[in-house]
């Protein structure tokens, strides 16, 4: 769910440029709620119940704090990270004169920096904006079905986030050439206030549930269409003693082995001429 406070002009079109993005996995709510998540998060997690959702964007707008976005995630319905951003420089999808992608394509998302990795709170934000802009996981992607390039840049306290369509020209060759244009929405955010997960938390809510691990079945796998292909291990089979319907044609004669010596007092004599 995405909420909003008392906010500018800037923020509502930067939450429902956000919502566009998270389609359809995404509800925006209309109605200014009052809501300050850093100092009572009750009414963050009765949303969260109603709604079913773990996670969040709270926008608002103050003279301390303007133009203000909050992305958070839920564990168990209750708020386990928080991170606050300031948005300085903004451009919305409209402005660009662009078709933008389809509604719930599959991002591929980038972070360049070596700044998500010096920090625990940049890090952090690395994880959480991963979960946020990916959907569920698959294990194969189509070439064509990659439409749309979310890019995260850090530089000091500074993140840069754009959006890129991937657009795949002709090149000659059975692979084609990649070229990236710039759709909308833009920011310029700054860090602000973090609120981080304990350790403990962190533990418990990245612990897989037994009945989720998926047991490796021995000899069986899956073809292309989904079905299951086993392997099973018998011993060699005697075809000659197998119970068929016997047909009279097909019956055994019984007959001399042809290695039996001939008797020649078995034989017919030749009669003789009259003429002898």
């Known amino acids: 769910p995405l909420f909003r406070s008392r906010t500018s002009d800037i923020v509502t079109k930067a939450m429902k440029d956000l919502c566009a993005i998270k389609k359809p996995h995404s509800k925006l709510f209309q109605r200014k709620n009052i809501l300050r998540p850093f100092e009572d998060q009750s009414s963050l997690e ?18 301390k704090r303007p133009h203000n976005l909050v992305f958070g995630r839920m564990f168990d319905h209750q708020v386990a990270d928080m991170i606050e951003l300031g948005i300085e420089n903004y451009r919305s999808a409209q402005d660009f004169k662009i078709s933008n992608c389809a509604v719930g394509c599959k991002p ?6 070596s700044r998500f990795e010096e920090t625990e709170e940049f890090e952090k934000l690395r994880n959480l904006m991963l979960d946020f802009f990916r959907q569920s996981p698959v294990k194969k992607i189509s070439l064509k079905g990659l439409e749309r390039v979310v890019l995260f840049a850090a530089e000091g306290d500074r993140v840069y986030m754009r959006n890129y369509r991937i657009v795949l020209k002709k090149s000659g060759t059975p692979v084609p050439r990649v070229e990236l244009v710039e759709i909308g929405p833009s920011f310029d955010f700054t860090m602000r206030r973090c609120q981080l997960a304990s350790k403990e938390l962190m533990k418990v809510a990245m612990r897989k549930p037994r009945e989720a691990k998926v047991k490796k079945e021995k000899n069986v796998n899956r073809d292309p269409f989904g079905s299951h292909m086993g392997r099973i291990h018998m011993q060699r089979q005697d075809f000659g003693q197998l119970q068929t319907k016997r047909v009279k044609a097909l019956r055994h004669r019984k007959r001399k082995s042809l290695e039996e010596p001939v008797k020649l007092s078995s034989l017919p004599k030749k009669s003789k001429s009259s003429g002898d």
């Open 46 to 63: 009765f949303f969260s119940r109603t709604t079913d959702a773990s996670l969040f964007v709270f926008g608002s707008h103050s003279k």
């Open 108 to 113: 591929c998302i980038l972070f360049v920096g």
